[in-house]
C-alpha cells in the first residue's frame, strides 16, 4: 500500500491565516493517523506578495501549533529543495517537456494583445493565439530574447471528472477553464503548474488545500495525465466564514493566528478549535489535543458546508484549557498580561494568577479584571447592600470597627488565617460569615465582583494596605 505523505504549501506573504492552518491541522492529523509522513513546502514564486520574515513566522506557527512536520526546508528531507524559488531548474526541465507532450504550448502575446481581448468581457479567456505556432519559429523566437510565457492547452471539448474525498464526483467543462500561464515571462511558475511538479516528485499521496480550487482541480489532472503520473487523492475542506455572508478575513478584523495569540488565547485551544470548523468527531468530544484527533479524525465527519467561526465558543474552550493548567504554566503565560497591568510592581502577580486562572477566558482580560485593584478611591455605600446577606451601609458601619479591630490582630497574614480567625470573630459577634465577608471584601475593594473572597483579596493586598481601605472605607460612610 503506498506510503501516506500529505503536505502544506503557505505562500510567504505574511502571518498564518486561520483557514491556512487548518488546512495544516487536517493534513497533519490525516497522515500521523495513518502512519505517514506530513512535509512542509514553501510557495514563493510570487514575489510581489513575498514578505520578509514571513517564512520563519510560518516555521514558528508551526511549531506553536505543535504540528512538527517530517520534511520542510529548514529540517531537510529527500525530496528536496523544499523552497520552489529553489527548484527553478526543475520547473523549467518539465514546462518544456510538457509543451513537447502537447499539454502546453509558447506564448508570446504582449500586454497590449491581452488586455485587447478583455476590452469588452474582463473575464474573456485567452484565445489560443500561439498554439499553433510552428517550433521553428518559436524557437527562433526565443533565441531573438522575444518575451513569452508557457500557457497549459486546455481540450476546448469535453469534461474533467475526479473523486473528491469529500465532496464525492466531481465534473467540470473544459470550456469552463482557461488556458492559464504555467511559467511567467520572469521564468518563475505559477502555482498551477509548480504545485503539480512538486506533488508529483514530493510523491504526495493526498492533496488536502481549501475548497476554493475544487473546480480548479481538472486542469491540474490534465498535466498529471499528460505527464502519465498518478494523480493524488484530493481532500477540499469547507470555507471558514465570519458569518453567514462574509469569509473570515483580515478586512473583517482578527483572522491571523498570531492574532489570537495576541488577545491572549493559547495555542493548544486555536487548534482544537479550528479542527472543529469543519469537522465532528463521532463522539462529539470538543475538547481535544492532538493525539486525541489523529485517534478520532475520519473524513466522514468532514462537512461539506461553510463553517461559521465563532469567537464565543473559542473563548469558551479557551476558558477550559486555562483551568486545566497548573499554576506555574497559567503564571508563564499570563505574566506579560499582568505586565500590562496597573497593578505590575505593587500586588504579588503570582498570588493574583491563581485567583484569575478559573475566572479567565482569555489572557487579555487579565487587566480589565485588576486594574481597579491598584487605584482605590470613593465608591458607591449602596455595594454594601445585599438582600441574601442581609447587610447595607449601616450594617457595615456597624461590623468595620470589629473586623479592623480583628485585623490588627493577626499577625500572619495568609488566606487561610485570615479566613480562620475573623469566621471566629464573626461567630462571636452571633454574625453570620457571609455577612460579616461581604463587609469586609467591599470595604477593601470597592467592588461587586472580585477574583477572589475578602480574605482572599486581603492577603494580597497585605496588612498595612488592608487597614488602609477599611479605615478609609468606614470613615466614608460615617461621613455621607
Avoid at 362 to 372: G, H, T, V, Y
Avoid at 390 to 410: C, D, H, Q, R, Y
Avoid at 451 to 462: D, F, H, K, S, Y
Wanted: net charge negative; proline share 3%.
Amino acid at each position: 500500500m503506498k506510503k501516506v505523505r500529505t503536505r502544506f504549501a503557505p505562500s510567504p506573504t505574511g502571518f498564518m491565516h486561520l483557514g491556512g492552518m487548518r488546512t495544516a491541522l487536517y493534513a497533519y492529523i490525516y497522515a500521523k493517523a495513518r502512519g505517514g509522513d506530513f512535509i512542509l513546502r514553501i510557495e514563493d514564486t510570487d514575489r510581489e506578495r513575498y514578505v520578509d520574515g514571513a517564512v520563519e513566522v510560518i516555521y514558528q506557527t508551526l511549531k506553536d501549533g505543535g504540528l512538527i512536520y517530517d520534511e520542510g526546508p529548514d529540517v531537510g528531507g529527500s525530496f528536496g529543495p523544499y523552497v520552489q524559488s529553489e527548484r527553478m531548474e526543475i520547473y523549467k526541465k518539465y514546462a518544456e517537456l510538457l509543451v513537447e507532450k502537447g499539454g502546453a504550448y509558447y506564448c508570446f502575446c504582449d500586454k497590449a494583445r491581452l488586455e485587447e481581448l478583455k476590452k469588452d468581457d474582463e473575464n474573456a479567456k485567452y484565445d489560443k493565439h500561439c498554439l499553433n505556432l510552428s517550433k521553428e519559429e518559436v524557437e527562433m523566437r526565443i533565441k531573438r530574447g522575444d518575451s513569452y510565457v508557457i500557457r497549459q492547452n486546455i481540450p476546448e471539448h469535453g469534461v474533467g471528472t475526479y473523486t473528491d474525498l469529500v465532496f464525492g464526483e466531481i465534473s467540470v467543462d473544459y470550456s469552463d477553464l482557461d488556458d492559464n500561464v504555467l511559467i511567467k515571462s520572469d521564468g518563475m511558475p505559477t502555482y498551477n503548474f509548480a504545485n503539480v511538479v512538486d506533488d508529483h516528485l514530493m510523491e504526495i499521496s493526498h492533496v488536502i488545500r481549501g475548497v476554493e480550487y475544487l473546480s480548479s482541480t481538472p486542469k491540474y489532472n490534465l498535466m498529471y495525465d499528460a505527464f502519465g503520473w498518478e494523480r493524488p487523492e484530493y481532500i477540499h475542506l469547507p470555507v471558514i466564514m465570519k458569518d453567514a455572508t462574509r469569509k473570515l478575513s483580515k478586512r473583517y478584523g482578527d483572522a491571523n493566528f498570531d492574532d489570537f495569540i495576541a488577545k491572549g488565547f493559547t495555542a493548544p485551544a486555536i487548534m482544537n478549535y479550528i479542527a472543529l470548523l469543519g469537522w465532528c468527531p463521532k463522539d462529539n468530544v470538543e475538547k481535544m489535543n492532538l493525539d486525541d484527533m489523529i485517534e478520532k479524525f475520519s473524513l466522514d465527519g468532514v462537512s461539506k458546508s461553510p463553517s461559521i467561526f465563532d469567537e464565543t465558543k473559542l473563548r469558551w474552550l479557551n476558558g477550559e484549557y486555562l483551568k486545566a493548567m497548573d499554576d506555574e504554566e497559567f503564571f508563564a503565560l499570563a505574566k506579560p498580561f499582568f505586565e500590562k497591568s496597573k497593578v505590575y510592581g505593587k500586588f504579588d502577580i503570582k498570588k493574583l494568577a491563581k485567583l484569575l486562572k478559573s475566572r479567565v477566558e482569555i489572557l487579555s482580560e487579565i487587566p480589565e479584571k485588576i486594574d481597579w485593584l491598584a487605584e482605590f478611591n470613593s465608591y458607591d455605600k449602596e455595594l454594601f447592600f445585599n438582600k441574601k446577606n442581609k447587610t447595607n451601609s449601616e450594617v457595615a458601619i456597624s461590623l468595620l470597627p470589629e473586623i479592623i479591630e480583628s485585623v490588627k490582630g493577626i499577625s500572619d497574614f495568609t488566606n487561610a488565617t485570615l479566613f480562620e480567625k475573623l469566621s471566629e470573630k464573626a461567630t462571636a459577634l452571633g454574625v453570620k460569615t457571609g455577612a460579616f465577608f461581604w463587609v469586609m471584601r467591599i470595604a477593601i475593594t470597592g467592588q461587586a465582583v472580585t477574583p477572589g473572597g475578602a480574605t482572599e483579596m486581603a492577603e494580597i493586598l497585605q496588612k498595612e494596605e488592608t487597614l488602609r481601605r477599611l479605615q478609609f472605607s468606614l470613615d466614608m460612610l460615617k461621613n455621607s
